[in-house]
């Protein structure tokens, strides 16, 4: 953090800078340092701080330590980076259900194998690109189908329709969608399975 904007003014007036007595602002300094040193600093990190503490994240093996930052650290892209690397199936569930950021849930998902647990996220998740993620990595046909057929997003809808096999549930999404390009793509999926 850069404390220059605090010292502005004339170096040389001893009783005050800023309008404000130099014993004030030197303990203002001196508060700032401690919460600095025990972590209670301000959460303002610069793109270069939080670049750094990613990097950081990237060489990390201790699993635990991981986990904390994952579930802890206020800066979802740091939270993004722990997840990365975590590989624990359980604790993956936790974070794609719980996590406030798309992109941590995001994270969450690439590392995730449970086909129950995708296909809820697909179904279910409140971000149209985690729903859209999990649409392109689940197997189950009624899942796409489900979301094809309900979701409100029309590009959730577009990204199943492009996965659906099954023909009556095509045939239903041309003839019944609210948007004419999904069932326009709903109709040439269908001649394509001709």
């Known amino acids: ?16 800078m800023n309008g404000k007595p130099w014993h004030v602002l030197a303990l203002s300094l001196v508060l700032l340092c401690t919460a600095a040193v025990s972590g209670c600093a301000p959460k303002h990190a610069s793109p270069a701080e939080i670049s750094a503490r990613i990097s950081e994240v990237k060489r990390m093996n201790d699993v635990s ?8 650290d206020d800066n979802p892209n740091i939270r993004q980076a722990a997840v990365e690397r975590i590989h624990d199936q359980e604790f993956l569930k936790k974070v794609v ?25 697909a179904t279910g998740d409140r971000s149209r690109y985690v729903r859209i993620a999990a ?13 094809a057929l309900t979701d409100d997003d029309r590009v959730v ?33 269908l001649e394509q399975m001709e």
Do not use: H
């Open 135 to 147: 649409v392109n990595l689940v197997d189950d046909q009624r899942v796409i189908a489900e979301v």
């Open 65 to 72: 330590a991981l986990k904390k930052i994952a579930d802890d």
């Open 1 to 16: 953090m850069c404390f220059w904007p605090v010292f502005r003014g004339n170096v040389s007036d001893s009783t005050s």
């Open 157 to 189: 809808r577009m990204n199943a329709v492009k996965r659906l096999k099954d023909r009556d549930v095509l045939a239903k999404v041309e003839k019944n969608d609210k948007d004419a390009k999904i069932r326009k793509l709903a109709g040439e999926r």
């Open 97 to 121: 259900r719980g996590d406030k950021d798309f992109g941590v849930r995001l994270a969450a998902l690439r590392n995730l194998y449970d086909d129950k647990v995708i296909a809820e996220v």
